[in-house]
């Protein structure tokens, strides 16, 4: 069965960290574009950081501006999965958090994380709440 898990949510204070992960099962995500997007009570849906697949050693990655400096995505080829750690975490920053991959061509990082394509597989999500 083909499905992304995402794991690492949960509540903690202002400036502080969490990690989250992004696990892929039956299919690589090595060969996908990923992207983490985040969805705030009574808000749009917004693309945080996006990477590309896995190109050898080397891939690309993108930040939504409010995130840049404090999130940084990265991938693991062996565990077939994609991490990203937040750093500094703000208030703001609170909402569910969930992965997706496409197995497609797309443009530019920026557009995929502008949600300008379909993707192809999403997680279920995982509640990040930053507060004191």
């Known amino acids: 069965q083909v499905q992304l898990v995402e794991s690492g949510g949960g509540l903690v204070q202002p400036g502080e960290s969490l990690r989250l992960s992004c696990v892929g099962s039956?299919?690589?995500?090595?060969?996908?574009?990923i992207g983490w997007f985040r969805q705030a009570p009574g808000k749009e849906r917004e693309g945080v950081s996006c990477?590309?697949?896995?190109?050898?050693?080397?891939?690309?990655?993108y930040y939504l501006d409010s995130v840049k400096g404090r999130f940084t995505v990265s991938r693991d080829k062996a565990r077939n999965m994609v991490y990203l750690q937040m750093n500094n975490l703000l208030p703001e920053d609170t909402a569910v958090y969930y992965c997706a991959a496409l197995n497609g061509p797309y443009s530019t990082l920026q557009r995929l994380c502008a949600q300008e394509y379909s993707m192809t597989y999403w997680g279920k999500g995982t509640l990040v709440t930053v507060s004191t």
């Open positions: 990477v590309s697949a896995l190109a050898g050693s080397t891939y690309y990655t």
């Open positions: 039956g299919f690589g995500l090595t060969y996908y574009a």
